[in-house]
Nanobody, 128 residues
Framework: QVQLAESGGGSVQAGGSLRLSCQFS????????LAWFRQAPGKEREGVAA???????GYADSVKGRFTISKDIAKNILYLQMSRLEPEDTAMYFC??????????????????????WGQGTQVTVYS
């Protein structure tokens, strides 16, 4: 399994920006999909953004144009740059790694089931 640990969450006013980081362990698999998810209280975990081995990216419609996923392979860090934040973006954010997600980097419903390795999460709160 891939070990992951998020950081960078916090409270920010609507319209502001935050950058989340996810340190992940070395892996020897040929192909791993890395992604960000979020879960608000009382709601299911939803996919936010994903990136494949070649650096191709995919986003949920709700964040397209506002969030950017990227990775630094040399440092084993996954990033999520979030801009123009809205109160609706308030949630616990998780990074995840999936070996068997063949549609990477497309963000589709019920995406969480395709990922087997998870971080502990970092809270993002956007106030108006």
């Amino acid at each position: 399994q891939v070990q992951l640990a998020e950081s960078g969450g916090g409270s920010v006013q609507a319209g502001g920006s935050l950058r989340l980081s996810c340190q992940f362990s070395e892996y020897t698999y040929d192909s791993v999909c890395l992604a960000w998810f979020r879960q608000a209280p009382g709601k299911e975990r939803e996919g936010v953004a994903a990136i494949d081995n070649d650096g191709e990216t995919g986003y949920a419609d709700s964040v397209k144009g506002r969030f950017t996923i990227s990775k630094d392979i040399a440092k084993n860090i996954l990033y999520l740059q979030m801009s123009r934040l809205e109160p609706e973006d308030t949630a616990m954010y998780f990074c995840a790694a999936g070996r068997d997600y063949l549609l990477c980097p497309y963000v589709v419903p019920n995406l969480a089931a395709a990922f087997g390795s998870w971080g502990q999460g970092t809270q993002v709160t956007v106030y108006s």
